[in-house]
């Protein structure tokens, strides 16, 4: 990207995480945050499934979830972890969406009629 830097600011679970990380691990996550400041869509960059707008990308065995306010021009990091943690995190807060449906048959689904 050849344009202005995006404006890194990170929640405060982002930033809480970040310091928790062991030093090199740290530096790791830091790094990939840095780059991100001036090319916010990078190729390993992915959409994450369920969450409209915000993107992934790794760092070694962590995930940075972030989002990108191109309005603003800042680049807001949601939250890091380790693979494990942000994908069980995902499952959790799509269960969550779920649980707020309301009861009944989901639309386009057969209902099956014991024989």
Do not use: F, W
């Not at 995480?17 to 992915?46: C, F, H, M, T, Y």
């Not at 959790?92 to 048959?105: D, F, H, N, S, Y």
């Amino acid at each position: 990207m050849t344009g202005p830097a995006y404006k890194i600011e990170l929640e405060p679970r982002a930033r809480k995480k970040l310091a928790l990380l062991d030093v090199p691990v740290r530096r790791r996550v830091s790094a990939v945050i840095e780059k991100l400041a001036n090319q916010p869509r990078p190729s390993g960059a992915v959409a994450l499934a369920g969450r409209p707008g915000v993107l992934r990308i790794r760092a070694g065995d962590y995930r940075i979830l972030y989002e990108i306010h191109d309005d603003h021009l800042v680049m807001l990091v949601i939250d890091i972890g380790h693979s494990r943690e942000i994908y069980r995190l995902s499952r959790l807060q799509a269960c969550q969406v779920q649980a707020a449906l309301p009861p009944g048959p989901v639309p386009h689904t057969v209902q099956r009629t014991p024989p």
